[in-house]
């Protein structure tokens, strides 16, 4: 008897260390001391660089940037991310695009889904051939490049595209896990942000970001959604469980926006108009 309570109290002091290292490490998220940030997707200039140098962290499109240009940012402590879009193909990245074979889209009814807004395809993340191809514009265009972490845009399309099919919604969830897994078994130092897919985050994903997105996070259109405040309930769960700092966007409103995001300890960003003019 005292040989299995010593062996039960073992067992409760490693389960201790262990969620109280994997507490530290999550404090540690390079995410928790950033207060302001910027997304700006258009090329840089020597001018913008040293206005960029004045924030925690921006968000950019790493084709524009050459490393010498990246580590002119992280020698000011600033903290950089580049975009990657993790759930569409863009057709204007024709480098990319080119790559792509029909079994790296999504089909509804035999029929790929476009985007006629962005020019884009909604891709499917459980082809290995699309996680592959993914994971080397990750290499190319931000591990290569010294940038702190990727900028994981449309992951939202999980959510919004398969929520009326479970078996769909559940595999996309799944392959989304799994090129993250390599993605980070990879390259441990890289971080990542996740654009919307709050149910994803929620079911399948926090445990592998450092943060979440929310754009359109507008005061007036929110305040009174039901909706709203349950999503806001559970991100501040999950940054309390898993550590993922939450990011808000506004487009409208600005003071009233920020403030209701700093309310729930939310990191807020109010662009004018897109994220191509500065």
Do not use: C
């Not at 389960?15 to 490490?25: N, T």
């Amino acid at each position: 008897m005292k040989n299995k309570i010593n062996l039960l109290i073992v067992l409760f002091i490693t389960s201790a260390l262990f969620f109280a290292v994997h507490l530290s490490a999550k404090e540690e998220s390079p995410l928790k001391n950033v207060y302001d940030y910027k997304i700006y997707y258009d090329p840089p200039t020597p001018e913008l660089l040293e206005k960029m140098t004045h924030y925690d962290m921006v968000i950019i499109e790493p084709v524009y940037y050459t490393e010498s240009e990246i580590q002119t940012l992280k020698e000011s402590d600033t903290i950089v991310y580049g975009y990657i879009n993790t759930m569409e193909a863009d057709t204007w990245n024709k480098t990319f695009f080119n790559q792509l074979n029909d079994n790296d889209f999504f089909y509804r009814n035999g029929e790929r889904i476009y985007y006629s807004e962005w020019n884009s395809y909604l891709t499917d993340i459980t082809s290995s051939h699309y996680q592959q191809l993914l994971a080397d514009e990750v290499e190319k265009q931000i591990v290569d490049k010294g940038i702190d972490g990727a900028f994981l845009d449309t992951v939202g399309n999980i959510d919004n595209e398969h929520h009326q099919n479970p078996s769909v919604l559940k595999s996309q969830r799944e392959g989304l896990v799994t090129w993250m897994t390599s993605i980070t078994n990879k390259h441990p130092d890289l971080s990542l942000i996740q654009n919307w897919g709050f149910d994803t985050l929620s079911k399948s994903t926090a445990p592998y970001i450092d943060g979440i997105m929310w754009e359109g996070f507008h005061f007036s259109s929110i305040i009174y959604n039901e909706w709203v405040h349950d999503q806001i309930y559970k991100l501040r769960e999950i940054r309390n469980q898993h550590g993922v700092e939450v990011f808000t966007v506004s487009h409208e409103e600005p003071k009233k926006s920020a403030e209701f995001s700093e309310a729930n300890r939310f990191k807020h960003y109010h662009n004018q108009s897109n994220y191509n003019e500065w």
